[in-house]
């Protein structure tokens, strides 16, 4: 086989898009006057209302946690919606620290930058069972200590009812880089920690659907429930949230699991802090940023195609290709020195759940010879094997030197590798020729 093959890419394969779902849905809304005259004004600030009510049906049968319209507002993605949290709820010198899991979504680094927080973006190591909360707890107090703005100096004024000290990043199911799931018990210790530091809880929750059994002959029936949210467990653990604005919010989109480019998210909070957050200034002068979008969505949930998309075809279709790797993975890769660094397995992180498997990416550890080397075999990869893979100095915290230590010791000597954009004749195809590349490198080719 030749041609380049990209195991870098986190995104969803064009061969899988529902344009027949997304067609119907479209054509429901476009054919209805009632319905076209509401999806292509601006549109109300939190969103499109019948997406909202449909989002939040849709979670709660999802995570067995009841929310409202409410607890929801539409965004346009993980990644825009995440630009508004900051632009909402924080003030850089206020707002102390960004506090991020790594190894790091390292495309997040320069939103926050962009938000004024340049050399306050700080990492939290991973272990076993996601982020370590210990070190976390550590750095919270010093950073305290050291703080020398105690109020906001310009978000001040009524406006601005809620800024937070701290934000903690992260994806803590089926991450993105490591592919690890964050245990319960380490959920329910992150959520405490946020109240006590008055903290928000930024997560990513954009893969938790996307899950099937680690094994093969597993039926995909026996999955069990999804784990419980960051913003779940805010909202039910200790009697619940410690003011109107809780301590998490959930940041949703459908790119990983319709595609990208119909550019609709959610965020899901208390109500206090969604309707906030959907009075962001450039929200509240253009409504929604994704109205027309966001109903052709509703009209999918309503109508079950999602639901069934993602049942026959997207998971079905990702189950497949993650075998494949994972197969040319023992075959091709074990034997050199690769190690699968994904945490504990799932199912010791939620044991009633089995075993699972899910998301969009896995973690190798690089073998012991070549580990340092990392940057310099994926550009020999890129260039002598037409191969690209994303390698581990790439998801450092941007500005903290203390990552950048950690990495050159763990996690920088890994790389990620995606199943999401190839088929998987490609993805064993890819596999086979980063075994390839490290045998060539061994042998000085």
């Known amino acids: 086989m030749t041609g380049h093959i990209n195991l870098q890419l986190g995104w969803p394969s064009p061969s899988i898009f529902p344009s027949e779902q997304v067609l119907q849905a479209s054509s429901n809304v476009l054919t209805s006057p009632k319905k076209s005259a509401a999806s292509l004004v601006y549109g109300p600030d939190a969103g499109y209302a019948p997406a909202r009510d449909s ?36 003030e850089p010198g206020y707002t102390r620290n960004i506090w991020m899991i790594e190894p790091s979504y390292f495309l997040a680094c320069p939103i926050f930058l962009d938000a004024g927080f340049e050399g306050r973006l700080r990492g939290v190591p991973e272990d076993e069972e996601g982020l370590d909360v210990e070190f976390l707890r550590a750095a919270l107090k010093e950073s305290e200590k050291s703080a020398t703005q105690q109020e906001a100096r310009l978000k001040t004024g009524p406006r601005y009812k809620k800024l937070y000290k701290h ?22 210790e992150l959520v405490r920690l946020a109240r006590e ?33 960051i913003v779940d467990l805010d909202r039910t653990l200790d009697d619940g949230v410690k ?19 119909m550019r609709v998210g959610w965020a899901e909070g208390t109500p206090a802090f969604t309707l906030a957050l959907s009075q962001v200034g450039s929200t509240r002068s253009g409504g929604c940023p994704t109205q027309i979008s966001a109903s052709f969505v509703h009209e999918m949930l309503e109508t079950g195609s999602l639901q069934e998309y993602l049942s026959k075809t997207v998971i079905p279709t990702f189950r497949e290709r993650y075998y494949a790797m994972f197969e040319a993975i023992e075959a091709k890769l074990v034997p050199l020195g690769f190690e699968i660094s994904v945490g504990k397995p799932y199912e010791a992180t939620f044991p009633t759940n089995g075993q699972k498997a899910g998301g969009y990416f896995t973690y190798l550890t690089l073998p012991s010879d070549v580990s340092g080397r990392g940057a310099e075999l ?68």
């Open 378 to 445: 994926a550009s020999l990869g890129l260039r002598d094997y037409d191969l690209k893979f994303a390698y581990g100095d790439m998801f450092q915290v941007d500005g903290d030197p203390d990552c950048a230590a950690r990495a050159a010791k763990g996690f920088g000597k890994g790389v990620r590798l995606s199943w999401a954009w190839h088929s998987k004749e490609e993805i064993v195809e890819g596999i086979e020729r980063l075994a390839k590349l490290i045998s060539d490198t061994r042998n000085g080719s």
């Open 243 to 261: 003011d109107d604005f809780g301590n998490a919010v959930s940041n949703g989109s459908f790119s990983k699991i319709i595609a990208p480019g």
């Open 55 to 90: 989002i939040a049906k849709w979670l709660s049968s999802i995570y067995n946690s009841p929310t409202t319209s409410e607890n929801v507002c539409i965004t346009n993605g993980a990644s825009g919606n995440l630009d508004n949290v900051l632009a909402r709820f924080t």
């Open 167 to 188: 934000i903690i990043y992260g994806v803590p199911t089926f991450s993105n880089p490591s592919g690890k799931t964050m245990s319960l018990r380490r959920r329910q």
């Open 197 to 229: 530091f008055d903290a928000l809880v930024v997560t990513d929750d954009v893969y938790d659907v996307l899950r099937w059994p680690q094994n093969p002959d597993t039926d995909v029936s026996q999955l069990g429930s999804v784990p419980p949210r």
